[in-house]
C-alpha cells in the first residue's frame, strides 16, 4: 500500500556493512512485494520487524566489499568448516557457501529521501479476546518478531502497558501485573491503517490514545468464582461466631471477615457484572423494602433529610426577609427625602410666582408707558405733518394769486412719506444650534439617513442638486422642507414643465412664493422640494437654475431638494446635467416626520472660510482641485459642533467620485434611475 508515493516497508534483516534488507508490506493476505536493501543508518538501527514508510527511492551505486581474511560477522552462529563448502545440485544455482546468503549484495542498494517510521500493533485475527488475554496471562502469546506499541485485548481496547516481550519471544504481562487490574486505552481519532495476515496493524498515521482506565479483564466466571468464594468463608466464619477476638478463634474468624485489597476486587467486578442484570436491579428495591433495619434506616435519613431542608429554607428566608428589610428601609429614607425636595420645590414654586406676577406687572406698566409715549409720538408726528401741509397749501395759494409769472413748485413726493410710514420688515425666529442638533437628530430616526449625510444634502442643496431616490424620497424630501423652512414649498414635474418659467408659473406649487421668500429674507435658508424630475425633461431648467443662481438672477439662499423615482416611464437625464445632481438612497424604511420646526436656518455667506481641517479631509480626493476644491471646503466648514466632519465630508467625496464616474467611461451608479427609459 502507498500514500502519496510512498511505500511501506519491513526490515526483514541486518546485513554486514550497515546494511538493511527490507521487503514492502502489502494489505490482506497477498505476499509481500519486491526487496530492497538499503544503508539508510535510522532504518537499521530500527532493527528486524521495524515498519517505515518511505518514499523517494533511488538507486545506488552497488556495494563492492573488500577482500577480507574472515568476512563473517561477530554475530554469526559457529558453522562447521566442514558444512561451509557444501554445494548443492547445479541446476538450482545456489551459493557456495552458507555464509553467503546472509552477504549484502544480492538485492540493489536503494535510498530514499523520506523515512518515517510507523507504529505496529497486535490485533488477533484468529482467536478471540479472551483467549489474547489468557496467553498473556500464561507467557504464550506469540506474535511476530518486532517492535510492538500496543495488543488489542478488547473490542477498541488495547494494552499500551504492563506486557513484555520474553527471551523466548513469546508475550506475556509484566512482573507484577495481574488480569485484574490492567490499564486499557482506546483511539480517539482514526488514523490510517494496513492490516497484514499476521495479525500486525501498521498504522500509516499516528493514533491519539486516549486516558488509560483501569480494567478488570479476567473471565466472568472467574470473577464470579471468587467472589462467591469469598462470600462462602466469611459466612462459615461468621456463623461460629465472633463474640471477640481476644482468643486464637475468634481472631481467626476476623481474619476469615476481612477483605483484602484483591478480594475488594473480585467484589467490585462482580458489582459491575451483577450490574448488567436488570432483572437483579429491579428486584433490589424489593428486596430491600421488606428489611425492617433498612426501612428504620431510610425513616431516619429521610428526617434528617427534612430537617436539613427545613434549616437552609429558614435561613434563605430570614437572608431574604432581611435584604428587603433593608431595601425597605432604603426606599423609607428615599421617600421622605423626596418629600422634602419637595417641600422646597413648593416654597420656590411660591417665591417664583411672586416674582413672575411683580416682573408681569412691571412689564404692562412699561408696556403700557410705551405705548402713551408711542401714541404721543404718532399724535406729534401726525400733527407736525398737518401743519406743514396746511404751510405748503397756503404757500402755493400765495404763488397762484401773484400776479407774475408762476413758478413751478415741486409737490411733496407721497412715496417718501409713504416708504417712512412702512412698517419695518418682519423679521423670521432663528433656530439656535441646539435646535438644529434636535431637528438633524428626529430627520435622521425617522428618514434612515445618518445627521451628517442630512446636514449633506442642506450644504449641497445651495451650490448643486441633491437628488433623493426610492419610493419614500418625496416624503423624505418634503420633510426636510418642512422642518428646515416652516413651510412645505413642493413642486412635482411632468412632460409639459418644459422650462423653469413653467415650473413658476404652476399655481398649484408653491415655488413662486419660496422665490419671493428667499428674496425678501437673503439672511436666511429657503428650501424647496421639487418632486419627480424624471418625469419630463429637465435638461431644460437644472442648467437655467444653476447658472441664475450663480450670477445672481436667483437668490443663493434658495435650497432646492429634488427627487428621482424608481419606476414607471421617466425621461433620460443628459451626462452632462447629472454632473449637477447628488444622488442620494432613501432607505425603504423611513416613516413620516413630525412637525419639528423650530425657526430658520442661516443662510451659507460669500464671506465664510474654509477651515484647515475640512481642506484636509477633501484634498485626499483626486478630482477635487482649484476652485472645486475651495467650493466643497467652505461648504464642509459650515458642518456645527457636534457632527463628525467626516461624516459630512464623506458625501463630498461620493459626489466626486459621482462626476468623475459620469465624466470619465459613462458606467456609474444609479444608471438605470436616470437612463432606462421604462421602469
Given at each position: 500500500m502507498?500514500?502519496?508515493?510512498?511505500t511501506v516497508?519491513?526490515?526483514?534483516r541486518?546485513?554486514?556493512h550497515?546494511?538493511a534488507?527490507i521487503?514492502?508490506?502489502?494489505?490482506?493476505?497477498?505476499p509481500?512485494?519486491k526487496?530492497?536493501?538499503?544503508k539508510?543508518?535510522?532504518?537499521v538501527?530500527?532493527?528486524i520487524?521495524?515498519?517505515?514508510l518511505l518514499?523517494g527511492?533511488?538507486e545506488?551505486p552497488p556495494?563492492v566489499?573488500?577482500?577480507?581474511?574472515d568476512?563473517?560477522?561477530?554475530d554469526?552462529s559457529?558453522?562447521s568448516?566442514?558444512?561451509s563448502p557444501?554445494?548443492?545440485h547445479?541446476?538450482f544455482k545456489?551459493?557456495p557457501?552458507?555464509e553467503?546468503?546472509?552477504?549484502p549484495g544480492?538485492?540493489?542498494?536503494?535510498?530514499?529521501a523520506?523515512v518515517?517510521p510507523?507504529?505496529a500493533v497486535?490485533s488477533?485475527?484468529d482467536?478471540p479476546?479472551?483467549?489474547v488475554?489468557?496467553r498473556?496471562?500464561?507467557?504464550t502469546?506469540?506474535?511476530?518478531?518486532?517492535p510492538l506499541r500496543a495488543?488489542?485485548?478488547g473490542?477498541g481496547e488495547w494494552?499500551?502497558t504492563?506486557f513484555v516481550?520474553?527471551?523466548?519471544?513469546l508475550?506475556a504481562?509484566?512482573p507484577g501485573?495481574?488480569a485484574?487490574?490492567?490499564?486499557?486505552?482506546k483511539?480517539d481519532?482514526?488514523?490510517d491503517?494496513?492490516?497484514l495476515?499476521?495479525?500486525?496493524v501498521?498504522?500509516l498515521?499516528q493514533?491519539?490514545?486516549?486516558?488509560?482506565?483501569?480494567?478488570?479483564l479476567?473471565?466472568r466466571d472467574e470473577?464470579i468464582?471468587?467472589a462467591e468464594?469469598w462470600?462462602?468463608?466469611?459466612q462459615?466464619?461468621?456463623s461460629?461466631?465472633?463474640e471477640?477476638i481476644v482468643?486464637?478463634?475468634g481472631?481467626?474468624n476476623?481474619?476469615?471477615?476481612?477483605?483484602?485489597a484483591?478480594?475488594?476486587?473480585?467484589?467490585?467486578?462482580?458489582?459491575?457484572?451483577l450490574a448488567?442484570?436488570?432483572?437483579?436491579?429491579?428486584?433490589?428495591p424489593?428486596m430491600l423494602?421488606?428489611?425492617?433495619?433498612?426501612?428504620?434506616?431510610?425513616?431516619e435519613?429521610?428526617t434528617a433529610?427534612?430537617?436539613?431542608?427545613r434549616v437552609?429554607?429558614q435561613?434563605?428566608?430570614?437572608?431574604?426577609l432581611q435584604?428587603?428589610r433593608?431595601?425597605?428601609?432604603?426606599?423609607r429614607?428615599e421617600i421622605?427625602?423626596?418629600?422634602t425636595r419637595l417641600?422646597?420645590?413648593?416654597?420656590?414654586?411660591?417665591?417664583?410666582r411672586?416674582?413672575t406676577?411683580?416682573h408681569d406687572?412691571?412689564?404692562?406698566?412699561k408696556?403700557?408707558?410705551a405705548a402713551?409715549?408711542?401714541?404721543?409720538?404718532?399724535?406729534?408726528s401726525?400733527?407736525?405733518?398737518?401743519?406743514?401741509?396746511?404751510?405748503l397749501?397756503?404757500?402755493?395759494?400765495?404763488v397762484t394769486?401773484?400776479?407774475?409769472?408762476?413758478v413751478?413748485?415741486?409737490?411733496?413726493?407721497?412715496?417718501?412719506v409713504?416708504?417712512?410710514?412702512d412698517?419695518p420688515?418682519?423679521?423670521e425666529p432663528?433656530a439656535?444650534?441646539?435646535?438644529r442638533k434636535?431637528?438633524?437628530?428626529g430627520l435622521s430616526?425617522?428618514?434612515?439617513l445618518?445627521a451628517?449625510?442630512?446636514?449633506?444634502?442642506?450644504?449641497?442643496s445651495?451650490?448643486a442638486i441633491?437628488?433623493?431616490?426610492?419610493?419614500?424620497?418625496?416624503?423624505v424630501?418634503?420633510?426636510?422642507?418642512?422642518?428646515i423652512?416652516?413651510?412645505?414649498?413642493v413642486?412635482?414635474?411632468?412632460p409639459?414643465?418644459i422650462?423653469w418659467?413653467?415650473?413658476?408659473?404652476?399655481?398649484t406649487?408653491d415655488l413662486?412664493?419660496?422665490v419671493a421668500r428667499?428674496?425678501?429674507?437673503?439672511d436666511?435658508l429657503?428650501?424647496?422640494?421639487i418632486?419627480?424630475?424624471?418625469n419630463?425633461?429637465c435638461?431644460?431648467?437644472?442648467?437655467?437654475?444653476i447658472?441664475?443662481r450663480?450670477?445672481?438672477?436667483l437668490?443663493?439662499?434658495l435650497?432646492v431638494i429634488?427627487?428621482?423615482?424608481?419606476d414607471g416611464?421617466?425621461?433620460?437625464v443628459p451626462?452632462?446635467v447629472l454632473?449637477?445632481m447628488?444622488?442620494?438612497?432613501?432607505?425603504d424604511?423611513?416613516?413620516?416626520v413630525r412637525r419639528?420646526?423650530?425657526?430658520?436656518?442661516t443662510?451659507p455667506s460669500?464671506t465664510d472660510?474654509?477651515?484647515?481641517?475640512?481642506?484636509?479631509?477633501?484634498?485626499q480626493?483626486e478630482t477635487?482641485?482649484?476652485?472645486a476644491?475651495?467650493?466643497a471646503?467652505?461648504?464642509l466648514?459650515?458642518?456645527?459642533?457636534g457632527?463628525?466632519?467626516a461624516?459630512?465630508?464623506?458625501?463630498?467625496v461620493r459626489?466626486?467620485?459621482w462626476?468623475?464616474?459620469?465624466?470619465?467611461?459613462?458606467q456609474?451608479?444609479f444608471?438605470n434611475?436616470?437612463?432606462?427609459?421604462e421602469?
Open positions: 502507498s500514500v502519496s508515493g510512498k516497508f519491513k526490515v526483514s541486518i546485513l554486514s550497515g546494511v534488507v521487503a514492502e508490506i502489502k494489505e490482506g493476505d497477498s509481500a512485494g526487496i530492497r536493501e538499503t539508510d543508518p535510522r532504518i538501527l530500527g532493527g520487524g521495524s515498519y517505515w518514499g527511492e533511488k545506488e556495494l566489499l573488500d577482500e577480507m581474511d568476512p563473517r560477522r561477530p554469526w559457529m558453522i568448516s566442514i558444512a557444501i554445494r548443492g547445479s541446476d545456489l551459493p557457501t552458507v553467503a546468503y546472509d552477504a544480492r538485492n540493489k542498494l536503494k535510498s530514499f523520506t518515517e510507523l507504529t497486535y488477533p485475527r482467536i479476546f479472551s483467549e488475554v489468557a498473556l496471562r500464561s507467557g502469546l506469540d506474535i511476530p518478531l518486532g495488543i488489542e485485548v473490542q494494552l499500551t504492563q516481550c520474553q527471551p523466548s519471544g508475550y504481562l509484566a501485573a495481574t485484574r487490574s490492567l490499564f486499557v486505552s483511539i481519532n482514526r488514523p491503517a494496513q492490516r495476515p499476521s495479525g500486525i501498521v498504522y498515521s493514533p491519539h490514545w486516549a486516558f488509560a482506565q483501569e480494567k478488570d479476567r473471565p470473577i468464582d471468587a468464594g462470600l462462602g468463608r466469611a462459615i466464619a461468621a461460629k461466631g465472633s471477640g482468643t486464637i478463634d481472631l481467626r476476623m481474619v476469615a471477615i476481612t477483605v483484602d484483591d478480594e475488594k476486587a473480585d467484589l467490585s467486578s462482580a458489582l459491575r457484572i448488567d442484570r436488570e432483572d437483579l436491579l429491579d428486584l433490589m424489593q423494602s421488606r428489611d425492617p433495619a433498612f426501612q428504620e434506616h431510610l425513616r435519613i429521610e433529610e427534612k430537617e436539613r431542608l437552609a429554607l435561613s434563605k428566608l430570614e437572608a431574604e435584604v428587603e433593608d431595601r425597605l428601609a432604603e426606599l429614607s421622605a427625602e423626596a418629600e417641600a422646597l420645590a413648593g416654597q420656590r414654586e411660591v417665591l417664583l411672586a416674582e406676577e411683580k406687572e412691571a412689564l404692562r406698566a408696556i403700557a408707558e402713551t409715549q408711542i401714541d404721543a409720538k404718532s399724535i406729534e401726525a400733527t407736525k405733518l398737518q401743519a406743514e401741509v396746511a404751510a397749501r397756503e404757500m402755493v395759494l400765495q394769486t401773484r400776479p407774475e409769472p408762476a413751478e413748485v415741486s409737490e411733496p413726493k407721497e412715496l417718501d409713504a416708504a417712512d410710514n412698517p420688515p418682519v423679521t432663528k439656535d444650534e441646539d435646535a434636535s431637528i438633524l437628530a430616526s425617522a428618514t434612515g445618518t451628517g449625510d442630512i446636514f449633506a444634502i442642506l450644504l449641497q445651495t451650490e441633491p437628488v433623493l431616490i426610492g419610493e419614500k424620497a418625496p416624503g424630501a418634503a420633510d426636510i422642507v418642512a422642518s423652512g416652516g413651510e412645505t414649498a413642486a412635482f414635474c411632468d409639459s414643465r422650462s418659467q413653467d415650473l413658476m408659473r404652476d399655481e406649487s413662486a412664493s419660496a428667499a428674496k425678501s429674507n437673503p436666511v429657503v428650501p424647496v422640494a418632486c419627480g424630475i424624471t419630463g425633461p435638461e431644460y431648467w437644472i442648467p437655467q437654475l447658472e441664475s450663480r450670477v445672481g438672477r437668490p443663493r439662499n435650497a429634488a427627487t428621482a423615482g424608481v416611464m421617466r425621461v433620460s451626462d452632462s454632473r449637477f447628488v444622488p442620494i438612497v432613501v432607505p424604511t423611513a416613516r413620516p419639528l420646526y423650530a425657526g430658520s436656518w443662510a460669500e472660510r474654509a477651515r484647515p481641517e475640512a481642506t484636509d479631509i477633501l484634498s480626493v477635487l482641485s482649484g476652485a476644491l475651495q467650493r471646503a467652505k461648504a466648514s459650515r458642518v456645527p459642533q457632527i463628525e466632519m461624516d459630512v465630508g464623506r458625501a463630498f459626489h466626486a467620485e462626476v468623475a464616474s459620469v465624466t470619465a467611461d459613462g456609474y451608479e444608471k434611475n436616470f437612463k432606462k427609459i421602469g
